[in-house]
């Protein structure tokens, strides 16, 4: 497609239980952003990714969030041992890497722990 | 540490009504700013982008400025329709390909 995708749109987890959150940025954008959005706020960077390097992940709330870029394109975000905490919608953007070019982002994941 | 403050949460304004979205920030030295629209239990699409070195941009019916000195951007948006209700969040970036730090949102309601 012509956006940013991201799958499912939607995960109901048990807590506890490890999740996995995918992201297919625009084609051929190099950068690539996690943010989280709690309901009635604006989203929270998480992590940014330029190429497969993470060239910032100081918004991961803990160890328990990883994510990985292994080719560059599509992104992963891991969550493990979920809390009821972690319930939020995960956004997913990307931009071409071109300095101070936009970010255009997903549709977004609606986790909910329960 | 940069925060980004939109005020008021909540606005609700009759169809035709110019209005005028505020956005705040801390730290001046910004990169850019963008202006999203987000409607309920979608992402985020974005309206505007305004580079540290301008002063405007528009598109259509939206005009977004910056004043980069006094930390502030509005959102002018000319002839409003019920089309327009939706949230309007602004964010900004600290260097070229950095986080952007969003403010809440400003939830627009336009009444027909």
């Known amino acids: 497609g012509a956006g940013v995708s991201q799958t499912p749109s939607n995960k109901v987890t048990e807590k506890g239980k490890y999740v996995e959150l995918r992201c297919d940025p625009i084609?051929?954008?190099?950068?690539l952003y996690w943010y989280r959005q709690s309901l009635g706020q604006g989203p929270e960077f998480l992590i940014y990714?330029?190429?497969?390097?993470?060239?910032?992940d100081s918004g991961l709330p803990n160890d328990r969030f990883f994510a990985v870029r292994p080719e560059g394109s599509v992104s992963t975000l891991k969550i493990q041992r979920t809390e009821r905490g972690d319930s939020a919608v995960y956004l997913c953007?990307?931009?071409?890497?071109?300095?101070?070019?936009?970010?255009?982002f997903g549709p977004g994941t609606r986790l909910t722990v329960t | 540490k940069q925060e980004v403050t939109q005020i008021p949460a909540a606005l609700s304004v009759p169809e035709g009504e110019n209005l005028v979205l505020n956005c705040s920030f801390t730290?001046?030295?910004?990169?850019?700013l963008q202006w999203f629209r987000q409607d309920p239990g979608k992402g985020l699409t974005s309206l505007l982008l305004?580079?540290?070195?301008?002063r405007e941009q528009t598109s259509g019916r939206l005009n977004a400025s910056l004043d980069k000195s006094s930390g502030r951007s509005t959102l002018y948006i000319a002839a409003s329709q019920p089309g327009d209700s939706a949230t309007y969040l602004c964010?900004?970036?600290?260097?070229?390909?950095?986080?952007?730090?969003f403010g809440k949102g400003i939830t627009l309601s336009v009444r027909p």
């Open positions: 084609s051929g954008h190099t950068a």
């Open positions: 953007a990307s931009s071409t890497g071109t300095s101070g070019s936009p970010q255009y």
């Open positions: 964010a900004v970036r600290t260097g070229a390909n950095s986080k952007l730090t």
């Open positions: 730290d001046s030295a910004i990169y850019n």
């Open positions: 305004i580079q540290s070195s301008q």
């Open positions: 990714f330029q190429g497969t390097g993470a060239a910032d």
